[in-house]
């Protein structure tokens, strides 16, 4: 194995991870404490945007990756927390039981019951749904558990064994000599209708190149529409064959450069203000430019 495929399996959910940090920086994650009227702590711009970036990167990395780096950076900020529930009455959300099939391995699941979703954290750092709490914790040590706005979109049922290897989302290319072969989609997720969270996506046949099969190049064009904003987006991926980490899949096509073409309507009016062209060889420099545009403030 070459320092380069060291270097690069690293950098996925490091890089991952540095985002959630930038994303998260501003929540203050304590819902459970206060009624799930959509978190009085943030804007209805910041929600969107953070509600967007959310499902940008579960496009990107896959509802595995992606739940499991949430879930790392989750219990950073879980060690920050210091205030207590103060009283059982407080919590406020809801405890859903889990279908046995459905079990999440990245630890969003109560500690005790193994059933439900878990709420809080108990004087032993174990996490626990309301019920359990009640009934094993003392109310003065339990804290609240810090969940992120967007949390619920990284909680997913998860995948063991077998299931976890070919769980991750394929795309399917057939050759002109009649070979197909399924590749995993990766980050090439954002772009692709099945995967994709941008609004309003319509894409063109995505177009193949390289001199291996193996190693295969992918251009896509995609057009996004979100409010009187559209962007237009021609990116290339290339394949990497090699897993990340202990996923037991190869990580996919990886994003490898785009240019992006920005457009705005102004309201009450036909005509389109001149567009902006941007060049991006950094996947969340792309993903900033893009969601800023659709989501955020039209002031």
């Known amino acids: 194995m070459s320092p380069t495929t060291v270097q ?137 558990q810090w969940h992120a706005y967007s949390h619920s979109r990284f909680q997913f049922p998860g995948l063991m064994g077998e299931e976890r290897k070919s769980g991750e989302s394929k795309l399917l290319i057939r050759y002109q000599d009649g070979e ?20 309003g996506l319509t894409t063109d046949p995505a177009q193949t190149h390289g001199d291996s099969r193996d190693t295969i190049s992918l251009t896509v064009q995609a057009r996004t529409e979100h409010q009187r904003r559209t962007a237009e987006i021609l990116a290339t991926f290339a394949y990497d064959p090699e897993p990340e980490q202990w996923e037991g899949h190869a990580y996919g096509f990886r994003f490898t450069s785009a240019r992006l073409t920005t457009r705005s309507r102004k309201l009450g009016h036909l005509d389109i203000a001149d567009p902006a062209i941007t060049e991006h060889t950094d996947l969340y420099q792309l993903l900033d430019t893009l969601i800023t545009h659709l989501y955020g403030s039209q002031k």
């Open 8 to 144: 690069t399996r690293q950098t996925a959910r490091a890089r991952l991870l540095a985002e959630m940090e930038r994303l998260f920086a501003a929540d203050a994650g304590l819902g459970s404490l206060v009624p799930y009227n959509g978190r009085p702590d943030m804007s209805q711009e910041a929600k969107e945007l953070q509600q967007a970036w959310a499902r940008s990167l579960i496009s990107v990395h896959g509802y595995d990756r992606a739940a499991a780096v949430y879930s790392q950076y989750a219990g950073q900020r879980q060690n920050t927390v210091t205030a207590t529930v103060g009283s059982w009455s407080n919590l406020v959300l809801a405890c859903s039981p889990i279908p046995r099939w459905d079990r999440d391995i990245h630890g969003f699941m109560c500690f005790s019951c193994i059933d439900t979703f878990a709420t809080v954290v108990d004087a032993d750092d174990e996490p626990l749904c309301n019920r359990c709490a009640r009934e094993h914790a003392a109310v003065e040590t339990t804290r609240p």
């Open 180 to 199: 197909e072969r399924a590749y995993v989609t990766g980050e090439a997720g954002l772009l692709t209708e099945l995967t994709s969270s941008l609004p």
